[in-house]
C-alpha cells in the first residue's frame, strides 16, 4: 500500500539556523499538507499546497516558513532561522483529487528539537 | 471557525473491555468528522471518517463512531479492546464548503492504555 514518507524522523538544530523537512506524498496525490504538534498541545494546521502554490496557510506560517514542491515527488518545509519554540512534530500529509475522498495520508513524522 | 474538544486525555482499559472516547466539536456550519490512531512512533491513520448518510460510521479495527448533529459529537467506540489497540486516537474535522482542499482542526488526542 502506498505511504506518505518522511526524512529525517529527527532533527536536532541550533537556534537561529536553518532546517529542510522532507516528505514524499503518495503519487498521483494533488493536495499537500504540513501540519505540527508541539508536545502536549494540539496538532496544528501549518499550511496546504495545490497546484504548485500555497492554497492556505495558518498564522503560525510566518515568513520564517517556506514550501516547495521541487521535483513533482519531494515536498518540502524550509524553517529559514529557527527558534526555541518551533520544536515539535511535523506531519506531512497528502490527498488525492477525487471528489469523494477526502482522506488525508500521513507521513510518521519528523522530530524536530531546536537547541 | 472550527474546534474539537476530546474530553479524556487519557484513558485506561482492561483488554476486552469496552471502550469509548469521547469526541465534541463546534462549527456554526456542517462538518466532515475524522478520527484518526496513532501507534508508537507511527503515522497518523484514519480509522473512520463521517461524510454524510448514515450516521453509525464503522472502520477499521472494529471500532465505529456515531455522529450526533444535535449533541455535536462523534463519539469513538469498540465493544472489546485488544492490546494492540494502545494508541493515541485523535478526533478531527473540516468544514463541508470549503472546497476540494480542506484542512483538518484537531482534538488533543485520548491516549487509550489497553491492560491485560
Redesign the interface.
Known sequence: EPEVTQTPSHQVTQMGQEVILRCVPISNHLYFYWYRQILGQKVEFLVSFYNNEISEKSEIFDDQFSVERPDGSNFTLKIRSTKLEDSAMYFCASKSGSLDTDTQYFGPGTRLTVL | AQSVTQLDSQVPVFEEAPVELRCNYSSSVSV?L?W?VQYP??????LL?Y?SGSTLVKGINGFEAEFNKSQTSFHLRKPSVHISDTAEY?C?V?PSNAG??????????TSLAVNP
Do not use: S
Request: charged share 10%; hydrophobic share 40%; aromatic share 20%.
Open positions: 466532515y475524522f484518526y512512533n507511527q503515522g497518523l491513520q484514519l471518517k461524510l485523535f478531527a473540516t476540494n482542499n480542506r484542512k483538518l482542526i484537531w482534538g488533543l488526542g
